[in-house]
């Protein structure tokens, strides 16, 4: 018997992101050396900054998004932000949460407030 092609509107899950990136793939140790490295950074980072005004994207974020440019050989900024509004693995090991708004990206009704 043939399915029907029925279409989803919307999603909701009740796995996270780490949930979803399985255990084994090679990306999770690069997590791990990278979130050490910037972890001993993070002071620098602070010095780096005003103590005022608006917040910025945590440089952490920024650093692994350019690393993951660099790894899956990303050609643009403008598609490593199309990868990282839809990508879980990118997503994940970036940092960002599945409705968080990718920086950079023009608001849409998808995207919603925050952008």
């Known amino acids: 018997m043939r399915g029907e092609d029925t279409q989803q509107n ?3 899950s009740y796995l996270s992101p780490e949930q979803r990136v ?3 793939h ?9 979130d050490a490295v910037l972890r001993k950074l993070s002071r620098r980072f602070t010095a780096m900054y005003a103590h005022g ?6 440089p952490e974020k920024l650093l692994r998004a350019l690393l993951l440019q660099a790894l899956y050989t990303v050609r643009s900024e403008r598609l490593l932000m199309e990868q ?5 693995l990118f997503r994940w090991f970036v940092g ?3 409705d968080d ?7 849409t009704p998808r995207t919603g407030s925050g952008c």
Do not use: H, T
């Open 53 to 58: 005004g608006r917040p910025s994207i945590p």
């Open 26 to 34: 090679p990306v999770r140790m690069l997590r791990r050396l990278v």
């Open 10 to 12: 919307a999603m909701f």
């Open 22 to 24: 399985p255990q084994d």
């Open 84 to 88: 990282l509004d839809y990508n879980l």
């Open 96 to 98: 960002l949460n599945m």
């Open 101 to 107: 708004p990718v920086w950079g990206r023009r608001c």
